[in-house]
């Protein structure tokens, strides 16, 4: 069952609630790019797992979607904003900061979704993102 707007505001970090109050036309940018980065990892993976090289790839192609549809800075913001809840275990943060650093990187030259799954997979191929297990 999908979540209608409301709950899925009420899910965000508060920085997450905060940047998406500031800048309500990314909304829309910012669910199609989860959404797209959890299909295509399931495409390319099968599954969205979690600290291995599903979630690597995964933050990867969010965050390149995001810069590519939002701008840098506001994918960055955006992507240090979801990592900010306070039980979220450091070594998970720091993979997700790092792979979502390589994502920012990766989509701020602009590409179609496959280019970029192409790329973030290169760079998961070649060691360029971390996972933790």
Not at 77 to 88: C, D, G, R, V, Y
Request: aromatic letters at 10%; a positive charge.
């Amino acid at each position: 069952m999908s979540l209608n707007i409301y709950d899925q505001f009420q899910q965000m970090t508060p920085q997450e609630q905060q940047y998406v109050l500031t800048h309500p036309h990314h909304s829309i940018s910012i669910k199609r790019a989860k959404e797209a980065a959890y299909a295509e990892t399931k495409k390319v993976f099968g599954y969205n797992g979690k600290n291995d090289k599903s979630d690597a790839f995964r933050h990867c192609f969010w965050s390149a979607l995001l810069a590519r549809d939002i701008g840098y800075s506001g994918a960055l913001q955006f992507t240090t904003a979801h990592e900010s809840w306070p039980l979220n275990p450091a070594a998970e943060k720091k993979m997700d900061l790092h792979n979502n650093l390589v994502g920012l990187s990766i989509g701020r030259v602009g590409a179609t979704n496959q280019v970029i799954s192409q790329r973030c997979m290169a760079a998961l191929m070649t060691g360029k993102l971390k996972v933790l297990i």
